[in-house]
């Protein structure tokens, strides 16, 4: 089943429920969804990898938002979007631990035959797509950095 008939499963269950802040978080996937299909130069499907940076995407704005919300000193409004959030991130796949992040960072490391902090573009270059949907670009970031001072 593609992302787009879950949405649209999860959506007529949320019209059920009467889920106001669920049936708002799917609607705006699904048209981030449509969106991309109809953008110049798409094509009638999305693909799997699209997908992910969708969800990556719209997750990231409600947290944007919702800090932005807290530094303002609007608690309601900053909810709303951390719910909204919540509800996009059950779409997307588990993010890695900390110690799982490290390993593989070490794996990639090693495979670019890394010798220290002046290899770090081509370390973020591999780690940032393998590890696309897995974890968030500032956290492999600040370990491909931290592992590269200590070689």
Sequence with gaps: MSLEERINQE???????????RLEALRSIK????????EKGGTDTVTTEAELKILQKQAKQRKD???????QNRPELAEKELAEASVIEEFLPKMLSEEELIA??????????????????K???????????????KSIANTVKELLAQI
């Design 11 to 21: 959506i007529k269950a949320a019209m059920i429920a009467k889920d106001k802040v």
């Design 31 to 38: 048209s981030a969804i449509l969106l991309a299909k109809t």
């Design 65 to 71: 938002s919702a800090e932005i919300y807290q530094q």
């Design 104 to 121: 593989e960072v070490k794996l990639i490391i090693k495979s670019v035959g890394a010798k220290g902090p002046q290899d770090m573009g």
């Design 123 to 137: 370390v973020m270059g591999s780690a940032t797509k393998t590890l696309a949907g897995k974890a968030e670009g």
